[in-house]
T-cell receptor, first 111, second 114 residues
Framework: GQQVMQIPQYQHVQEGEDFTTYCNSSTTLSNIQWYKQRPGGHPVFLIQLVKSGEVKKQKRLTFQFGEAKKNSSLHITATQTTDVGTYFCAGLGSNDYKLSFGAGTTVTVRA | EAQVTQNPRYLITVTGKKLTVTCSQNMNHEYMSWYRQDPGLGLRQIYYSMNVEVTDKGDVPEGYKVSRKEKRNFPLILESPSPNQTSLYFC?????????????FGDGTRLSIL
């Protein structure tokens, strides 16, 4: 099955700064989903990207799906303390029904 | 309220003592799955089920069993737990599998196997 790699594993950000987390798959994906897990909580669905080159925005969050549908990124602008948590990407394979999660990027924010 | 409910939330037990973690969803979802979360490894899928009586192995199925006799329930069974199964477990469901559906997660079950 496909493997989904996510970097960086940790991101320490000054409040107000921007950062990006990246997701790469070894195989072409049918779609990619992003989730956020607050400390002590469970993953919560943020967004899904389906089309090659797709870009979606949610307020300060910008999600991109690569042209080859093998990579994705999440960019957060003007980081706030509410952005603390772990962000996971999850790729759905083109040939199976398994959703493979990346290891996650854990974000901490310095006020 | 639409939700995925797992029980128990926490469990400390000993090696070899069979245990079951229950998972129930009230959203009439067809697809259900189990994940384990370990530091640095993210969420790894244990088993999934496309519908009633249809289950399949995920990436780390060894040492686990599941069943899907009813649409709403998807219990995870550890027949002979071992310390390497100490982890945080999540059950999730979605309307359909293999399509563009978000996963809805339960609150998690923290298992410690001594």
């Amino acid at each position: 099955g496909q493997q989904v790699m996510q970097i960086p594993q940790y991101q320490h950000v000054q409040e107000g700064e921007d950062f990006t987390t990246y997701c790469n798959s070894s195989t072409t994906l049918s779609n990619i989903q992003w989730y956020k897990q607050r400390p002590g909580g469970h993953p919560v669905f943020l967004i899904q990207l389906v089309k090659s080159g797709e870009v979606k925005k949610q307020k300060r969050l910008t999600f991109q799906f690569g042209e080859a549908k093998k990579n994705s990124s999440l960019h957060i602008t003007a980081t706030q303390t509410t952005d603390v948590g772990t962000y996971f990407c999850a790729g759905l394979g083109s040939n199976d029904y398994k959703l493979s999660f990346g290891a996650g990027t854990t974000v901490t924010v310095r006020a | 309220e639409a939700q995925v409910t797992q029980n128990p939330r926490y469990l400390i037990t000993v090696t070899g003592k069979k245990l079951t973690v229950t998972c129930s969803q009230n959203m009439n979802h067809e697809y259900m799955s189990w994940y384990r979360q370990d530091p640095g490894l993210g969420l790894r899928q244990i088993y999934y089920s496309m519908n009633v009586e249809v289950t399949d192995k995920g990436d780390v199925p060894e040492g686990y069993k599941v069943s899907r006799k009813e649409k709403r329930n998807f219990p995870l069974i550890l027949e002979s737990p071992s310390p390497n199964q100490t982890s945080l477990y999540f059950c999730a469901s979605s309307l359909f599998g293999g399509t563009n559906q978000p996963q809805h997660f339960g609150d998690g079950t923290r298992l410690s196997i001594l």
